[in-house]
């Protein structure tokens, strides 16, 4: 099953070895997952300082220096270095705690002088990075002691049989010499179930080590993930400047690709047809024999019709005259033309509050046109179904048009993104347009069938008439 929604775009901002089972209780202790975790947890303190200090310089420098205006642009850059802090713990993060976060947008200079000052000062990637630095440094004291104690004392405890003995000598209060670890002035742990009973606790704590590491490298894949990754903003403006892009080169590659059916086939035959009339025409002049001059008349007139029906069909790939009447007529007018048996169901609700905008028209009536012609020219299908119907969408209260196309061919459909090539890209297309108008694209097409595609726009009615 393939899904192209910004979902999943926003969730596949952090990938990470999450889907990776876990060591168990009685090997975590020797697993490399935990060591790697502790390698962290030491890097991070080392770290932690220097990091504290940058970000508490970078707040007071930028309130201090803030009277100065120009000032501000050594603070925006102090803001920007923050940026660089944020790859290093991510890199951190992508090698010993198998988190991949993706990389922020980088930093784009805009013009003028205020704008180029507000957008270094107030860079959002940077102070994040910063709140990051911040909010980790207990973190990392914390986390580090907490773990290195437990570790050692667990494996202390584990060993004292083993180096008690080389303890210097105590008296209790009764004056007797023990050799040994004492808890207050007449507990000393130098009898054998005195030594298993802490042998037994540093066990214990040893294989607890673990998932106390475990539980602070948690706590630091949060904040990374959600300090040092993209926010969910930055990436629906990617994905729109994205798709914006990929409109275009798609609307520029559908003029050329009108212009040069105009060119060779209409163009050819137009001038095909004024040949044949000129011709007619010197022959009738010359006093030349009727009956030919009326063939030649009946070839133009034949070629006419013939290039009026390619104007027809390319007018037709423009804007098809049926959506005139409604989506729901073009898409009936659509099946009764398909080469399939089409099955077209529209509930009324979609068009009962009026006719939607042109353009979400065109995008729902050419995604049906295109998943139908898939179905008949690679699926192997015996009839497609359409359903068009108004949901409430998701995340919000407003209404949408979905439309679900299910053929029973072969299946094994999937989006290839575009080659250069031209070929097996019509889905990867359609994915391109729908999300441009901010919309979703669903393909669940398993081998051997059946494939269902679900497309859903939001809903935007016409202010006039159509």
């Not at 054998?192 to 490298?217: D, E, K, N």
């Not at 993209?230 to 994905?239: K, M, Q």
């Not at 497609?384 to 048009?401: K, M, Q």
């Amino acid at each position: 099953m393939t899904t192209m929604t910004v979902d999943r775009l926003t969730a596949g901002a952090v990938q990470g070895g999450a889907a990776r089972p876990g060591p168990h209780f009685l090997t975590a202790p020797f697993s490399g997952r935990t060591w790697r975790e502790q390698g962290y947890l030491t890097l991070v303190l080392l770290l932690a300082p220097f990091a504290f200090t940058y970000t508490i310089f970078a707040v007071s420098f930028t309130v201090g220096i803030a009277v100065t205006v120009v000032g501000l642009f050594v603070a925006g850059a102090v803001v920007l270095g923050g940026r660089g802090w944020g790859a290093v713990y991510r890199g951190l993060a992508r090698d010993l705690l198998d988190l991949d976060v993706a990389v922020p947008a980088p930093y784009v200079r805009t013009r003028g002088f205020w704008r180029t000052l507000g957008s270094l000062v107030g860079d959002a990637t940077g102070w994040r990075a910063l709140l990051f630095m911040l909010v980790t440094f207990p973190l990392a004291i914390l986390a580090f002691v907490t773990s290195v104690t437990i570790l050692f004392t667990g494996l202390g405890a584990l060993t004292y049989g083993i180096w008690f003995r080389y303890l210097p000598t105590q008296a209790d209060s009764a004056g007797t010499l023990h050799r040994g670890a004492s808890f207050g002035t007449d507990y000393f742990i130098d009898t054998p179930p005195r030594i298993l009973v802490a042998a037994l606790a540093g066990l214990v704590l040893f294989f607890c080590w673990p998932w106390i590491t475990r539980m602070f490298a948690l706590l630091f894949r949060v904040l990374t993930a959600g300090l040092l990754s993209p926010t969910r903003a930055s990436l629906r403006v990617a994905e729109l400047e994205r798709s914006r892009t990929g409109t275009v080169d798609d609307a520029d590659a559908r003029l050329r690709s009108i212009e040069r059916d105009l060119h060779d086939g209409t163009q050819a035959r137009l001038v095909a047809v004024a040949m044949q009339l000129g011709e007619a025409r010197e022959h009738l002049a010359e006093g030349g024999d009727v009956t030919q001059a009326a063939e030649l008349v009946d070839t133009a007139h034949a070629s006419t019709k013939e290039a009026l029906t390619e104007l027809r069909e390319l007018a037709r790939g423009i804007h098809p005259p049926a959506l005139d009447s409604g989506l729901g007529v073009a898409l009936e007018t659509l099946a009764a033309r398909s080469a399939l048996p089409v099955t077209v169901d529209v509930d009324p609700s979609v068009e009962a509050d009026g006719r939607l905008v042109p353009a979400l028209e065109s995008i729902a009536y050419f995604s049906v046109a295109e998943l139908v012609t898939n179905a008949a020219k690679h699926a192997r299908a015996s009839g497609v179904y359409v359903l068009v119907e108004s949901v409430e969408r998701a995340g919000g209260p407003d209404a949408a048009l979905r439309i679900r196309v299910r053929d029973d061919g072969r299946g094994g459909a999937e989006v290839v993104a575009p080659d250069g090539s031209g070929q097996r890209s019509g889905l990867a297309g359609l994915a391109e347009r729908v999300r441009s108008v901010d919309g979703t694209f669903d393909l669940s097409s398993p081998v051997g069938g059946p494939t269902v595609v679900t497309v859903t726009l939001p809903t935007a009615r016409a202010t006039g008439p159509a």
